[in-house]
């Protein structure tokens, strides 16, 4: 019993002291902030060189946002989805101020209504490639490295075991112009706008993992993703080349060249009886 008494007060002797070293640690860290991803992404950088008269020119183009050449995996969703409807809205943007007409932008050319195909001149597609590659640190080992320590958006304290990489992204895009009715392609144009790269951070939660039953036994543990700013990094690269889009789109979309594009619009329709 005595040797029994001794052991136990061992363990509380060396528990105490463990709980005294865990406290002085704490105290002495250092918390960030935890890295945190936007729940819409937004793309600008663009104004229009002029501005005609509201409809102006008589003439109506159809907006659909635009296609993806590759699937998008589900880390980069929302970013892809805030680039489409930017895309969309930038486009917009510059037929109105060209002095034309627009609907939509739509989602797809199957959600355009009969009566917006018939209406409509002229439809503007737009398909897309992003090609994304990530390579995480040389060296690095199963997540990473330094260990962190962040508060999170709820002021909890989280020790993070981070990876970090390199993002690149090869992006090239097409328009395309179309008979509403008939969908046949009247006008095609492609842009390529390079590889890019970005920096982005993993981080997952690492804590001290102590058996119930036995003190002496700890291990250090890995729990959920806490943040990841792959996301964030597509988006810099995306907003980077935006501007560039709408730039080439200004000059692509040449008011006389549509008008012209109309003529053969006219002769589709009168063969197919539209």
């Not at 007060?9 to 640690?25: D, E, G, N, R, T």
């Not at 501005?51 to 590759?70: L, M």
């Not at 700890?218 to 995306?238: C, H, M, V």
Request: charged fraction near 25%.
């Amino acid at each position: 019993k005595e040797k029994l008494s001794r052991y136990t007060a061992h363990i509380i002797v060396f528990s105490c002291i463990l709980a005294i070293l865990c406290f002085v640690i704490v105290a002495c860290m250092t918390y960030q902030p935890m890295p945190s991803s936007p729940a819409t992404y937004k793309f600008s950088g663009y104004t229009t060189p002029e501005t005609k008269r509201p409809a102006s020119v008589r003439f109506t183009v159809a907006i659909v946002e635009p296609a993806y050449k590759e699937a998008i995996t589900k880390t980069y969703s929302r970013v892809v989805k805030s680039f489409s409807s930017s895309i969309g809205s930038g486009l917009d943007q510059i037929l109105v101020a060209k002095g034309m007409t627009t609907k939509g932008p739509y989602g797809s050319l199957d959600e355009l209504p009969y009566p917006d195909k018939k209406n409509s001149n002229l439809t503007l597609t737009e398909t897309v490639f992003i090609q994304t590659v990530e390579q995480a640190d040389a060296n690095a080992p199963r997540y990473g490295q330094p260990n962190t320590y962040y508060t999170n958006s709820q002021g909890k304290n989280v020790l993070c075991e981070v990876q970090s990489g390199k993002l690149t992204a090869e992006v090239w895009l097409t328009f395309e112009l179309r008979e509403p009715l008939s969908a046949e392609k009247m006008w095609i144009k492609r842009l390529d706008l390079g590889t890019l790269e970005r920096s982005y951070k993993v981080g997952v939660e690492k804590y001290m993992y102590q058996d119930p039953g036995n003190p002496w036994v700890q291990q250090w543990r890995y729990g959920e993703e806490q943040f990841n700013t792959k996301p964030d990094a597509l988006a810099s690269i995306l907003n980077e080349v935006y501007p560039n889009i709408m730039k080439s789109a200004w000059v692509y979309l040449d008011t006389e060249e549509l008008l012209k594009l109309n003529e053969k619009v006219k002769e589709i329709r009168q063969l197919k009886r539209y």
